[in-house]
């Protein structure tokens, strides 16, 4: 499976970015989708997981409402919108693919990983 991760940017605190990853190869696998992020100097986390048949979502605390993912069956892609940014939302942001049928947290659970798309939120 492969992943590319796309859509990251240099934006102001409260604006809004959409990411988007890509999925190709052999992705009948896939049971769940998630997106992590890692700040500088900080470990990768969790922010949001979707499975991929039921679109079952869940978030960390810190996006909580102002994150949605979404996912496109058609186009094999999964998608995070990124409203009301804030500077500590400022990461190297990276999809992952799963083949547990229910979001996991832990990256330890997700199988491939994308490239990461670079987010900066000035404020």
Do not use: H
Request: glycine fraction near 12%.
């Amino acid at each position: 499976v492969q992943l590319q991760a796309s859509g990251g940017g240099l934006v102001q605190a409260g604006d809004s970015l959409r990411l988007s990853c890509a999925a190709s190869g052999r992705t009948f696998n896939t049971k769940s989708m998630g997106w992590f992020r890692q700040g500088p100097g900080k470990e990768r986390e969790f922010v949001a997981g979707i499975t991929w048949s039921g679109g079952s979502t869940y978030y960390a605390d810190s996006p909580k409402g102002r994150f949605t993912i979404s996912r496109d069956m058609t186009n094999n892609t999964v998608s995070l919108q990124m409203n009301s940014l804030k500077p500590e939302d400022t990461a190297v942001y990276y999809c992952a693919a799963s083949s547990f049928s229910i979001v996991r947290t832990s990256r330890f659970y997700y199988d491939y990983w994308g490239q990461g798309t670079l987010v900066t939120v000035s404020s």
